[in-house]
């Protein structure tokens, strides 16, 4: 496994619409087992291959458990999920803000209104039918990278300029669990 660049938002590419991936053969395992460690090392919990620089509608997520306030997580490897071709087959109506950051975003963070339910459409790291059905944090997650998957930030979310402001670079993850949302 290898940690690769991760592509930032003053980059053109990150803009770009990704393609749908034909086939999950040796290429694929290998780009999805490098964005699982680009994704840890980060310290994200979520990470679409356009971020490091493939064109590809694929998306990693590593979901941590629910701790009380004031607890540690524990140390990963935490739930993971590997979603090639990903679609939103199912939002609910009812809508939820939270605190966002982005590996992409580096230094900010912002309130984003998200379904606050989904069901996630796509192929397995198999290439096996799979379908997830996520609430909060993970829906939250989902829908970020699949925007990503189609050029888009969480800061194209936001209209009002007191709903985002700059925090520490590496500092994302600690300011999004004070919100309660690690996206």
Same mark, same amino acid.
């Given at each position: 496994?290898? +940690?690769?660049?991760?592509?930032?938002? =003053?980059?053109?590419? %990150?803009?770009?619409? @990704?393609? !749908?991936?034909?086939? #999950?053969?040796?290429?694929?395992?290998?780009? %999805?087992?490098?964005? +699982?460690?680009?994704?840890?090392?980060? =310290?994200? %919990?979520?990470?679409?291959?356009?971020?490091?620089?493939?064109?590809?509608?694929?998306? #990693?997520? $590593?979901?941590?458990?629910?701790?009380?306030?004031?607890?540690?997580?524990?140390?990963?490897?935490?739930?993971?999920?590997?979603? #090639?071709?990903? $679609?939103?087959?199912?939002?609910?109506? *009812?809508?939820?803000?939270?605190?966002?950051?982005?590996?992409?975003?580096?230094?900010? #963070?912002? *309130?984003? +209104?998200?379904?606050? @339910?989904? &069901?996630?459409? /796509?192929?397995? !790291?198999?290439?096996?039918?799979?379908?997830?059905?996520? $609430?909060?944090?993970?829906?939250?997650?989902?829908?970020?990278?699949?925007?990503?998957?189609? /050029?888009?930030?969480? &800061? =194209?979310?936001?209209?009002?300029? *007191?709903?985002?402001?700059?925090?520490?670079? /590496? &500092?994302?993850?600690?300011? *999004?669990?004070?919100?309660?949302?690690?996206?």
């Amino acid at each position: 496994m290898t +940690v690769r660049q991760i592509v930032y938002s =003053d980059n053109p590419l %990150i803009r770009k619409k @990704s393609h !749908r991936v034909r086939q #999950v053969d040796a290429g694929v395992q290998r780009l %999805i087992d490098d964005m +699982v460690e680009t994704m840890r090392e980060a =310290d994200g %919990i979520g990470l679409a291959a356009i971020q490091v620089g493939v064109p590809y509608r694929l998306v #990693v997520v $590593e979901m941590p458990p629910e701790v009380a306030e004031g607890e540690e997580l524990p140390p990963r490897p935490w739930e993971l999920y590997v979603v #090639v071709n990903p $679609e939103l087959a199912r939002k609910s109506r *009812e809508m939820e803000e939270g605190v966002e950051g982005c590996l992409s975003v580096p230094g900010w #963070v912002g *309130e984003v +209104v998200r379904h606050k @339910s989904v &069901t996630i459409k /796509g192929l397995d !790291r198999r290439g096996r039918k799979v379908r997830i059905k996520a $609430e909060g944090l993970l829906a939250r997650v989902f829908q970020h990278e699949i925007d990503h998957c189609d /050029g888009i930030l969480f &800061t =194209d979310h936001i209209e009002d300029p *007191e709903k985002i402001w700059p925090v520490e670079e /590496g &500092t994302e993850e600690a300011a *999004e669990a004070r919100q309660g949302v690690r996206a």
